[in-house]
């Protein structure tokens, strides 16, 4: 069966890698785009909702739980024992990426040393009513070519709302990212994700731009991303970008 996990770079004879979590709607990875700003050094690795676009024949997964333990399974088939990971989710894929350190820091074959949340609340805060509002009116702001019924966003729309977040702090540290203009999760909306790790806060990383800020400059988004993989591989800036 193929893979819901896309490789971008090389493996080889590195130590640390970028793990994206797809926002709601997506069929392709959005982020191939920063992707191709990392240094050679720094492969990403690309998740992807099995039964869309390449993943059309597989089994849609019917909840969150079900698409991270099925990235989860390919990420541990992927990679060598002992890679470092960073991960980084927006809006939805937040929520996915918080999940998915769990199950990584309860098996830990792979270290987790950053966990980037971006565009999204703290798990937990918004009312279930209230998510299926801001992604319906998310849909008319920006579209979603890719699915122009609609059918993905509605699914994914529906395992947000009926996701029982676990509420357990993780150990890795966290970095917020946001759009200076979101009106779904606007800079200082992302602060009680500080709750939500034991471990030091990274900053705060505020880009021009809306929801989607990451697609239109790309290579600020892969550089604030470099920064912390550096900082998580030695000393951390004392000041992180805003």
Do not use: K, N
């Not at 992927?78 to 939805?92: A, D, E, I």
């Not at 699914?155 to 709302?161: P, T």
């Not at 806060?201 to 731009?209: A, I, M, S």
């Amino acid at each position: 069966m193929e893979r819901a996990v896309v490789i971008q770079g090389s493996l080889r004879e590195t130590t640390d890698a970028v793990l994206f979590l797809p926002p709601a709607g997506s069929v392709e990875s959005p982020y191939l785009s920063v992707g191709e700003h990392l240094p050679e050094t720094l492969p990403a690795l690309h998740c992807e909702m099995p039964g869309r676009g390449r993943l059309a024949g597989q089994e849609e997964p019917g909840s969150v739980t079900a698409a991270v333990d099925r990235w989860l399974d390919d990420i541990t088939a992927l990679l060598p024992h002992g890679r470092r990971l960073h991960l980084f989710g927006h809006s939805l894929g937040a929520l996915s990426a918080y999940e998915l350190v769990i199950r990584l820091e309860a098996h830990p074959r792979h270290a987790v040393r950053s966990l980037s949340v971006s565009g999204a609340r703290e798990p937990g805060h918004t009312s279930r009513t209230a998510v299926a509002a801001a992604f319906a009116a998310l849909r008319h702001t920006t579209g979603q070519d890719d699915d122009p019924g609609g059918t993905w966003l509605a699914r994914d729309v529906r395992m947000r709302r009926e996701h029982r977040v676990t509420h357990r702090p993780v150990r890795a540290p966290i970095a917020l990212f946001s759009g200076a203009d979101d009106p779904f999760a606007r800079p200082a909306d992302m602060a009680p994700w500080a709750s939500f790790t034991t471990g030091p806060l990274l900053g705060t990383f505020t880009f021009p731009g809306g929801h989607d800020y990451y697609l239109s400059d790309p290579a600020a988004v892969a550089g604030a991303l470099t920064g912390l993989v550096d900082g998580r591989r030695g000393p951390l800036p004392a000041s992180p970008p805003t």
